[in-house]
């Protein structure tokens, strides 16, 4: 069976499963060239066909989600559509509730969220409107009236018995029911239509794509499945839920009503890190200070802030700034970006992410004692969700002892959605068994050699290229002379991330090569760039975390003092375990290992200044050509600016 799947919030993408497996993905932020870009059009979808080797007609189901709230744009209405249906094609059970929808009363009866932000005022003047604007630039050059959607319907099943109606420190209380109507309560049927066919679908509830996108990825067969990101403006289970997920079903369990994501991506926009990705900064800026304005009140969900804090990230900061100035700090640089390591900058975003922290890991134990509640011994869990970026967090959580191992799938922010989605429709919908092969984070497209000679040619004189006989021990070299290397081969990485395909790479044992590096991309001085090390030396180099660690996102300790370049103030470091199914970018690592006897290089990721990680040869070469890069490995071609070349774009 091949299923379709598409995400059209932002990070949107289109991914190809078939039986199981995902043969394609593709994240739109890369081909767009816009980060975090928000849709989804035709390009995405056929660059997503051609790369699985599937023809549409041979789609058997089309699988759709979006960002809560936002509707499905749609950019050409001609060649695709969707529409909801009252009944299943493939004749399985759907919520009640929805039985027999008319298109025409979902048309009319829901509001049109992303196009509210948009194009009212003052309503778009928030950070959420100023995310959308960067994400979606294409409505700056239409009217509103002439795009085409079709609403995204966020309401599913509404039972006492999944909204949970209680605070944080009761969820332990509740003893969930796992049943199949709750399985199958968190979808409603679609027909998609695209060009001339007519394909079945479904439309995926946002948090079910997040636990099925970690679950089905991981080598469970029973696990604790918890979502949770940075929606935050009502109860229920937008912000997300607690999960069972066991062989091919997931189960939902209830409402956990977190708001902690949501309080953690505004205090980084209060503290001025910018919008789109500050949440990231916060976490890097949280180590230049201390917990002191921590205070347990604020550890909780909506419901036990209703009437003490309506307003959580109000109250909060208000909180912090109150203890800030009765012990005489400077409170002017609140804020500032340019004072951001500032004592009540670093101290507040400290004491954020202790709240994080702690909210989290309250409720990872709450999930442990419900499915105990219910006499269900799981040892696994699995995360997934905007908040599981977090490694400190991660790690704290899997530190814990509440389950015996965790599992976080590297695309689990929202650009894991479309192969979420997917996953949920081939699975727990349609019923197929699991596969448990290992996940390999390495989905995008992969470039052939007439693609980089191209690439290479195009540049013309600007650039020089030599073939190598062993790139990965050219590279090597290369950072053992102290040059900063550009690494580029096969399939693109999932996710946020740099995992080694995509990566801009040097030596740790420099403590310049953090501010060389920041430099380059034009990153803030002060934020902390990442290890990656040989998964059979991480042991030695690294403790405090589960291991193997391969997606950069548990937090570890540094043992050594070796290693300046890729060590935080607090000697933590987010590291990634590289082994052979790295590709080539293990055998470098294997290569700098003997040259210098340390197995670790700093790796971020292959992009410049608020954009995407770059996708296709050209862009990396483009990349090469305007920022202060010494080399780039090109699959194998090492690739060097010509002597009198500016830095300049092509």
Not at 483 to 499: D, T, Y
Not at 531 to 551: F, H, K, N, R, T
């Amino acid at each position: 069976m091949n299923i379709l799947g598409l995400h059209f919030g932002h990070d949107g993408g289109a991914t190809i499963v078939s039986n199981g497996e995902v043969r394609s993905y593709v994240a739109r932020e890369r081909i767009t060239r816009i980060k975090h870009a928000l849709g989804i059009d035709m390009k995405t979808i056929e660059l997503a066909l051609e790369l699985a080797n599937i023809e549409a007609h041979s789609l058997d189901c089309v699988a759709v989600s979006s960002t809560q709230c936002v509707e499905l744009v749609i950019d050409d209405p001609s060649r695709f559509d969707i529409r909801y249906s009252g009944t299943d094609f493939f004749g399985r059970p759907m919520p009640t509730v929805y039985a027999g929808l008319d298109h025409t009363a979902i048309v009319a009866g829901h509001s049109c969220t992303l196009l509210d932000y948009l194009y009212d005022e003052p309503t778009a003047m928030t950070h959420v409107g100023e995310n959308y604007r960067k994400t979606f630039p294409r409505y700056q050059a239409i009217r509103r009236d002439q795009i085409c959607f079709v609403p995204w319907i966020d309401q599913f099943l509404d039972e006492a018995a999944l909204r949970t109606p209680v605070g944080l420190n009761q969820l332990d209380l509740v003893a969930p029911e796992i049943s199949d109507r709750y399985r199958y309560g968190f979808h409603l049927p679609i027909r998609v239509r695209l060009d001339d066919l007519e394909i079945p679908g479904y439309a995926i509830h946002h948090h079910l794509a997040h636990a099925a996108s970690s679950y089905y990825m991981s080598q469970f067969e029973e696990a604790a499945i918890f979502t949770h990101d940075g929606f935050g403006f009502s109860a229920g289970y937008h912000s997300g839920m607690f999960y069972l997920g066991r062989d091919e079903a997931i189960y939902p369990l209830g409402c956990h009503n977190l708001i902690v994501g949501y309080l953690y991506e505004t205090v980084a926009n209060d503290l001025g890190l910018g919008v789109g990705g500050a949440s990231g900064k916060l976490m890097g800026l949280a180590p230049y200070g201390q917990p002191r304005f921590f205070d347990s009140r604020f550890v909780g969900n909506i419901h036990d802030f209703r009437s003490t804090f309506p307003n959580l990230p109000r109250s909060w900061i208000n909180h912090c700034l109150r203890i800030a100035e009765g012990l005489g700090y400077e409170t002017s640089a609140l804020g500032d970006h340019e004072k951001a390591t500032d004592p009540v900058n670093a101290d507040i975003a400290s004491s954020t992410q202790r709240v994080l922290e702690t909210t989290r890991l309250a409720a990872v134990r709450a999930l442990r004692k419900q499915l105990r509640n219910a006499r269900i011994e799981v040892t696994d869990l699995c995360m997934s969700g905007g908040t599981a970026l977090n490694c400190p967090s991660n790690s704290e959580i899997a530190n814990s002892g509440c389950f015996e191992r965790t599992f976080i799938e590297p695309a689990c922010d929202d650009s894991g959605i479309a192969i979420g989605c997917a996953l949920a429709a081939y699975h727990t919908i349609l019923g197929h068994p699991r596969r448990f092969a290992r996940p390999s984070p390495y989905l995008g497209r992969v470039y052939t050699e007439r693609d980089v000679d191209s690439a290479v040619a195009a540049a013309g004189a600007a650039v020089t290229a030599t073939f190598c006989d062993d790139a990965a021990i050219a590279a090597a070299e290369d950072l053992q002379t102290n040059r900063i290397v550009g690494w580029f081969e096969g399939a693109s990485e999932c996710g946020p991330r740099a995992l080694g395909h995509r990566s801009l790479l040097a030596d740790p044992r420099d403590p310049a090569n953090w501010s060389r590096v920041n430099r380059i991309k034009q990153r803030e001085s002060w934020r902390p760039l990442a290890p990656a090390v040989l998964e059979s030396a991480a042991a030695e180099w690294y403790q405090g975390l589960p291991l193997p660690s391969p997606y950069m996102l548990f937090n570890a300790k540094v043992r050594s003092h070796l290693l300046p370049a890729v060590t935080h103030v607090d000697r933590s470091a987010r590291i990634q375990t590289v082994d052979p199914s790295c590709g080539q970018f293990y055998r470098l690592l294997e290569a700098f290992s003997s040259l210098t006897e340390v197995p670790v290089v700093l790796n971020t990721s292959l992009n410049g200044h608020d954009e995407p990680i770059v996708e296709t040869p050209a862009d990396a070469i483009q990349l090469l050509l305007e920022q202060d890069i010494d080399v780039l490995f090109l699959q194998g071609r090492r690739v060097e600016r010509s002597a009198t070349a500016a830095r300049t774009s092509i």
